[in-house]
């Protein structure tokens, strides 16, 4: 293809993810008050378990249509994306060869499931740690918080748990692409278990031990995980290599 028709069928590609973009949005916009509802419990919790007035709250006019939007939006953006990641898969296809091919779909095919688990393992651990953070504010003081900054908060911590659950993918591919060996995997397994604890730690208050082993158990397996696949990678190169030196020294 041209340059001119690359650019026509990458034209062709967004036109049909913004669409797709859109109608999720439109969705998201009915079923914003619904999330609101939802992200709203942990504060309400403060208010019955600390004694004291917690509430969420606009600090402008347009506050609550912009916050809205936004959540529309973030609806749009997560149910529209099997339309916009198989867009952008089909124009990068044509380009990658057929091993590359191979490894784009057991990416995709892994990292989508397991940034969805991370998404929901992040969701479950909000409570916990708004209540957390909230119990440093001093008890004879008010916890009012601005929606949008609680929002952005919530969207945060639930995208960092879910990019957390897909880390392990990103070892095997740079395992496969050759940057990054099995050896030097397993070599780090105490600072990765360390590391686990420490983030699971944070996220989980320490009175609730049950949310911290459900939390760090799947990403500690998922480490050994992408080790074990990682070594097995390696194995096979390094037996086809020596197929390959035996057949030459022959």
Known sequence: MSLGAHLL???????????????????GWFLSDFVLD??????????Q??????????DNIGGAFDLKVQIALTIGFVVSSPVWLYQIWAFLVPGLTRREKAYSVGFLGASIPLFLAGCVAGWYVLPHIVILLAGFAPSEDTNLITARGYYDFVLKLVLAVGIAFVLPVFLVLLNFVGVLSAS???KSWRVAI???VLFTAIATPAADPTAMILLAIPMIILYFAAYG??????????????RLDSELAA
């Open 9 to 27: 069928e990458l034209r062709r590609r967004l036109f049909i993810a913004a669409i797709g973009i859109v109608l999720g949005a439109i969705a």
């Open 38 to 47: 939802a992200i709203r419990g942990p504060i309400t919790e403060i208010g």
């Open 49 to 58: 378990q600390q004694g004291r007035v917690a509430s969420i709250n606009w």
């Open 184 to 186: 030097s995997i397993i």
């Open 194 to 196: 360390l590391v686990i």
């Open 229 to 242: 696949v990682a070594w097995i990678h390696d194995w096979r190169v390094a037996r086809a290599s020596d």
